[in-house]
Every structure is written in structure tokens, then in C-alpha cells.
């Protein structure tokens, strides 16, 4: 099929699970589309049983979208910015190093509390699992993946929350920024696992760390400060040459990037905010921008809610691949995993905040709420995708914990959540 048919396919099951969402389901966007796209599968995979060609036709089109590179080089920058754009900077300038603290310091103590926890999991005899050959770097890699939450589900969730702006805006900016943390440190730990751990030196892994982070974040600064400039000289008298700009930016950044081995995720978020950052004070009621027309802004609210829909649909289709290779005990190790990502999630944000509550003022349970609001999707299956195929049977465990873990939090998490704030 053709990039048109396929994206064809996508619009038009979004439009119509969106309609449905919206008359019969009535749940919030993003969980209404990713039930609606999982009952699609349980149809496709039952009526595959009986007509083995449907389930064969639909699995071969499910293949031919590159998820990974779909979302990581296409959808990711734009949701990214959308939701840069959408922050309250101001807030987030003023609570930047407990957001920074949070997003660091959460990202690596779940990257290596799972990765431990899985390690020593799938060496358990009882678990059957001996024989996948998963090495401790491979888990680690797992944790690195599953750490980082999902800007856009969190963004969507946190927004009906009606909690504080300080509170929001923690939420919204740590999610924001342990995505790039998170990406960096899994291609850091990608490195290792390609090169063999005994040719890697820690001298270079600090340095391809700090090439990601630094270059990204200056990279971005750069690019955001041009931007802020350029829109500025045409004062909103161009709306569509604003929107023209800014879609010419979100797409040459990530190109940079990939030439100078950047992270173009903390590229595209620092530029986001670098073009958010001039709120006219007079008139912040009104939400009019001095560097971007209002038009602008809602050209961004809509793609990010089209593409938004488009990735929770390609999500749920997505599991028809993933149970292919499913053996009946990943159903014990995925609970006890969840478990783990979840109780890891708790201790990495519940430290921070209890050093910072010395010099800072929280809201009774901020851990808990962000702990509960932290979803996991598109970002987390996309890196999933694209491991290696060195690591043999243990990437199909790795892909189905991280599926029932991202099914986990959008569903259970993002359903309960409401409820968690009350």
C-alpha cells in the first residue's frame, strides 16, 4: 500500500473512533481511542481465526508502517512542540531546577531500579525465562525505555485536572523533559550494548551523553531564539507565514540533530519554550501571544489533537504483531513489572521532592498524583521497536511488557486518575 493509502486508513479510523468516543463512550480522548483501537484488534484477531487471510491481510499493513520511525522522526517533534507551546513557561521558569531535579534524577533511578528488578526476574528458574539469554544491559535498556512518560497522553490528562498552575506545570514540564532524558540515556546504553560493554570507556559514554544534552538544549536555545526573532519582525500580520515558520523549524531541527548526534527531543521542547516564552502580561487572560498569533496556536492545538489520534490508534492495531511470539508466563513476569515500573516511578520523583520540600512548597501528595499521571506510550513502543535484533527471543518479552505496561497506564492509570487528584 501507499504512504497516501495507509495514512488514508489512520485519518479515517480516527475520525470515526473519535465520533464514537465522543456520542457513546464519552471517556477522554486519548483512553476513548485506545479502547475503541484495541476492540478492533480483539475483532480482527477473532474473525483471523476463523478466516486466517483477515488477520494475515490486516498484520501485513500493521508491518508496513515504520511505527518507530514514523513516530520518532515525524509525529514525535511536532506532539513535542504543540505541547512546548502549550506550557505555562512562566511557571516553569520559576520552578525550573525542581522540574530538571525531577525529570533527571526520576528517569535514571527507574532506568536502573527495573532494569535490576527485570534482570533478576528473568533469571528466576520458577519463571521459565532462562532461556531467552537477556543480559543485564538489555534490561537496562528496558528500564531506560519505560521510564520516560508520555508528554502528550500526560498533557491531555493533566489539563482536565483542575489542579494548581504550580502543580500543572511541574506535571506538564517534567514530562516534558524526562522524554529527552530518557531518549538520551537509552541511546547511551544502545552504544554499550552494540559496541560490547568491555570496548566502552566511561570517559566516552559521558561524552556522548553530554553531546546529547548539551548540543540539544544549545542546538534548540539557538533555533528558538532565531525563531522568536523572526516572528517578532513579522508582528502576527502573517498568520500563515507564522504557521509556515514554525512548521520549517520543527522539521529542521531534528535534521541537525541527526547530523551532529544531538537529541532533537530536548531540542524541539527548549525551542518550543523559547517561542512560548513572550506572553503578553496585560492580556495573559485572554491567552493572546506577543511572538505568535492565536491563529498559530490553534493551527498546533489542531494537529497535535489529529496526530495525537492518529498514535493512539496505530498503538492499539500495533498489538496484533506483538502477540505473535507471546508465551504464557510473560502474563506473571508483565504483573510483577508493572509493580516494579510503578513502585520505581514512586521512589524517583518521592526523593527529589522530599529534599526540595525543605526550600519549596508542595501539595499534600504531589508525588503520588505525578507518580499516577506518569503515562507511558508512543515513545516508549517506539524505542521497543527499534531494538536491536542482537538481543534475540528476549526483544518479543521486551515488547510485550512494554505494550501491557503502556496498556496499563493509559487504561488504569488514566481512567483512575481523576479520582487519585480527589
Known amino acids: 500500500m501507499s504512504v497516501l493509502e495507509l495514512s488514508t486508513i489512520l485519518l479515517c479510523l480516527a475520525s470515526i473512533f473519535s465520533l464514537i468516543n465522543i456520542r457513546l463512550l464519552k471517556l477522554p480522548q486519548t483512553i476513548g481511542l485506545m479502547v475503541l483501537a484495541l476492540m478492533l484488534s480483539v475483532v480482527v484477531t477473532i474473525i483471523g481465526a476463523v478466516f486466517p ?20 522522526n515525524v509525529m514525535l517533534p511536532f506532539l513535542l512542540f504543540a505541547g512546548a507551546i502549550s506550557v505555562n513557561v512562566h511557571e516553569l521558569l520559576k520552578d525550573k531546577v525542581t522540574i530538571l531535579l525531577l525529570a533527571c534524577f526520576g528517569v535514571l533511578f527507574s532506568t536502573f531500579a527495573v532494569g535490576t528488578g527485570l534482570y533478576w526476574l528473568v533469571n528466576q528458574p520458577l519463571l521459565g525465562l532462562m532461556d531467552l539469554g537477556v543480559d543485564y544491559i538489555d534490561c537496562l535498556l528496558f528500564g531506560s525505555l519505560i521510564a520516560p512518560t508520555d508528554p502528550i497522553a500526560v498533557l491531555a490528562m493533566v489539563k482536565k485536572m483542575n489542579l494548581s498552575s504550580i502543580t500543572e506545570t511541574r506535571i506538564a514540564g517534567e514530562s516534558l523533559f524526562n522524554d529527552g532524558i530518557g531518549v538520551v540515556v537509552f541511546l547511551t546504553l544502545l552504544t554499550i550494548q552494540q559496541n560490547g560493554i568491555e570496548n566502552i570507556t566511561i570517559a566516552s559514554v559521558g561524552g556522548l551523553f553530554i553531546t546529547e544534552v548539551i548540543g540539544g538544549i544549545a542546538l534548540g536555545s539557538a533555533m ?35 547530523y551532529f548526534h544531538f537529541s532533537a527531543v530536548l531540542g524541539i521542547v527548549v525551542m518550543g519554550l523559547f517561542l512560548n516564552q513572550n506572553i503578553d502580561a496585560d492580556k495573559k487572560a485572554d491567552g493572546v501571544q506577543k511572538a505568535m498569533g492565536d491563529y498559530v496556536y490553534k493551527f498546533w492545538h489542531l ?14 492495531l500495533e498489538i496484533i504483531t506483538v502477540f505473535e511470539s507471546f508465551r504464557l508466563n510473560y502474563v506473571l513476569i508483565s504483573l510483577i513489572v508493572i509493580v516494579l515500573v510503578v513502585g520505581s516511578r514512586w521512589i524517583g520523583v518521592s526523593i527529589p521532592i522530599f529534599f526540595l520540600s525543605m526550600f519549596k512548597t508542595f501539595e499534600k501528595k504531589t508525588a503520588i498524583i505525578i507518580t499516577w499521571g506518569g503515562l507511558r506510550g508512543g515513545l516508549s513502543v517506539a524505542l521497543a521497536l527499534n531494538l536491536p535484533d542482537s538481543i534475540g527471543e528476549g526483544k518479543a518479552l521486551i515488547l510485550f511488557l512494554t505494550y501491557v505496561i503502556v496498556l496499563f497506564t493509559i487504561l488504569v492509570q488514566g481512567l483512575t486518575l481523576k479520582k487519585i487528584v480527589k
Do not use: Q, R, W
Open 224 to 258: 528558538g531564539f532565531f525563531g522568536l526573532k523572526l516572528l517578532k519582525y513579522i508582528e502576527n500580520e502573517y498568520m500563515e507565514l507564522e504557521v509556515l515558520i514554525t512548521i520549517s523549524l520543527v522539521l529542521l531541527l531534528p535534521v541537525i540533530c541527526h
Open 53 to 72: 487471510f483477515v488477520f494475515e491481510t490486516v498484520n501485513e499493513i500493521t508491518k508496513e508502517f515504520d511505527f518507530s520511525e514514523l513516530l520518532v
Open 303 to 316: 494537529l497535535d489533537e489529529t496526530l495525537n489520534a492518529v498514535l493512539f490508534i496505530l498503538i492499539g
